[in-house]
């Protein structure tokens, strides 16, 4: 497997040493001091795909956005996760999307910062050969102090605006980058989850797209975002893939050729769209289905993730039959040019009897998501 831990037995101290000097292992010294000595799996892209210690690498898994909930630290976002059971029941180097916001390093008794239900994260991953990819913020403000980030916040508030005891969201960006840019199982950075720089209108909820207008200028606004917000990440950390985060369809910022516009982003190495219930009829319009959204990045020459595929289980459909629907959705984006595709989501609670997403333990899912 590649990516284990490494041995230091006398015998192997020379080859080690030639290893150490090629460059193709580093040795992660977390934050608190305690090393890993664990071989880093660096992901890279080769234009429209992406790779793993340089092999072709077509990543599947999850999204389990609860993995940082620790109820005994942080207020946590959603049901608490045993992360060695998860990550020891994906095949080796899957790839799992989790919420890495910064109250998730905020200690729910005291508010003083803490980052152990973090850290436990990415030391779980590291430990069972897989890769995660962290989401830094929320675009509607779920699990991350619960406000709909607007127009005004993508301008300048991510910058001016405190978010936490961490300070404003660019404050956050540099903690977090800074703190786990060298841990082994980071496969690359989200700065927004789903960004949509609208302006809310009249007195009703603006998480509501009905309680929302789109500005002229949306789309300038979100390039600005992540050209800026690009820039910092990669300069704390210039190794690892920037990905971007976006739904995808005809959302405000997006819509048309808003996409591609995004997309010629130096902020941006990597294209998301998020496909939901895609076995449904599409009501989006031709140029912004999930085909025509890959043909878009493949134009641009940079890979596209489909970060997010939702379909209904439960009480709306058996659950073998919702498993055969996202394996022949993988399978299509596959062969359209997708450079890999993450389920949503991982739940360690779900609701059987209900209508939801959930993907459970022993979801039949999990075979054939992970059946590559």
Sequence with gaps: MKGGRSG?????????IVVLVAGSVLLWQRPDGRDTSTADDLVTSDGTGLRLNGLPWWPTGFNAYQLATDWSINAGCGAQVNLD???????PHSLTRFSLFAPSAVRADDGTI????ADAVFDAAARHGQLVLPVLSSGDGACDGGSFKDEGWYADGWRSLP??????????????VGRWKDAPALA??????????????????CHSWRNRSCPADANAVLRRFFDDTGALIRSVDPRHLIFAGLLGGDQCGVAGDGFSRLGESPGIDVLEVHDYSPSAPTTVPASATVSARI???RALGKPVVITEIGEYGGSCLPLPDRAARVRAAIDLVRAEGAAGALAWSFVPDPRPTECTYDIGPGDPLWPRLTDR
């Excluded at 690359?188 to 909820?205: K, L, N, Q, S």
């Design 8 to 16: 230091w037995a006398l015998a192997g101290v020379a080859a080690l």
């Design 85 to 91: 059971q998860y990550f020891g029941a994906l095949p």
């Design 114 to 117: 803490d980052f152990r239900a």
């Design 163 to 176: 978010v936490s005891p961490h300070g404003t969201f660019a404050d956050w960006v540099r903690t977090a």
């Design 188 to 205: 690359g950075w989200t700065a927004t989850g789903e960004p949509e720089p609208g302006r809310c209108v009249g007195d009703g909820d």
């Design 295 to 297: 043909s878009q990045a």
